[in-house]
């Protein structure tokens, strides 16, 4: 199957105001994104920010991890953070995806609002062979108007028990990479 | 349904070696368990950490957020982070919740490790009508041993496409709430 790749997207996403923001990063994202991608067989992480002192950032913390004193310190943490790469924009990603896998990836976007036309998640995975897949993923308060506006594809938010519906970033990925890319539970020896 | 509690479990946790230690707080932990509780209707987290000076940090954590600046700055993050309660060892979180729920919870252990006799996520949700629970999420490299063996229940490890196998608490949690306590893939219509 063509590979799924995820961006963790710092630019543009809202603030708790609704204003579009580029949100600074957090070091545990990364490192949780890329242990998912690297447990669940991904093609890669992008971190999208287009802040330049955010970007240097987070290279720092790759290469800390891939080929510096991280690399040797903890070896499981190395394969997964050789999955990650800087991009200044979602645009940069996708057009990553399409020189490494020669096709325009399908772009999904999730979030915590119920959208129309979203799709369910078991729905997804149907729909997955048919191209290279990028989830992006939004830090701060979530992704920007824009951007599910620009999306070929919406994921319905994850529901919980009532109507609260606040998961970090981190939590929310790692439920839906699980949901879209998992074993299902009914296939599942475990 | 009897309630179901998490307890992030700093001690005893082991480190890469092996040794049993006491694990440092990480505020992230907090926040996103105490938000999946929120989400998936759980009766609470205990933060188990021995140390005073961590108990300290723990508590200053949560009333931040329920009671001081943070509850005004963003409400949704009080009535998650008031679900936190800090103990010293997951003895005291047993005896907490069997004194609010009348009932002894059967407590069950999660790792990365495949142990014998471990039990189905799929099963899990059968056995959970019976009695209270508490799920335990070690810190650091995993519960210590000894937990696992005191354990009523201990879970299958969450696999994912090979053999690695190291996701984060945060991811591991996520992913197990979901598993154990979400609606079924089958019965959502998302």
């Known amino acids: 199957m063509p590979p799924v790749y995820a961006a963790l997207v710092h630019h543009p996403v809202v603030d708790r105001t609704g204003r579009v923001i580029a949100a600074a990063l957090t070091n545990l994202d990364l490192h949780d ?3 998912l991608a690297r447990t669940y067989g991904m093609g890669g992480v992008y971190v999208v920010t287009p802040l330049e002192d955010q970007q240097e950032f987070a290279r720092r913390i790759v290469s800390h991890w891939t080929t510096g004193p991280g690399a040797e310190h903890i070896p499981d943490r190395r394969t997964a953070m050789q999955l ?4 200044g924009t979602i645009a940069d990603a996708v057009a990553d995806v399409e ?6 990836p399908r772009v999904t976007a999730s979030g915590a609002r119920a959208l129309p036309g979203a799709v369910r998640h078991a729905d997804w995975r149907d729909l ?11 830090t701060a308060w979530g992704l920007a108007p824009e951007v599910f506006a620009a999306a070929d594809c919406v994921l319905q938010p994850i529901a919980g028990t009532d109507a609260y519906n606040h998961l970090s970033v981190r939590s929310a990925a790692a439920i839906l990479i699980d949901r879209l890319l998992g074993v299902p539970a009914s296939d599942r020896a475990y």
Chains 1, 2 share one sequence.
């Open 84 to 87: 990650v790469q800087v991009v």
């Open 33 to 35: 994104l890329a242990r």
């Open 99 to 104: 020189a490494r896998d020669g096709r325009r």
């Open 128 to 138: 997955r062979p048919a191209a290279p897949q990028l989830l992006l993923f939004g």
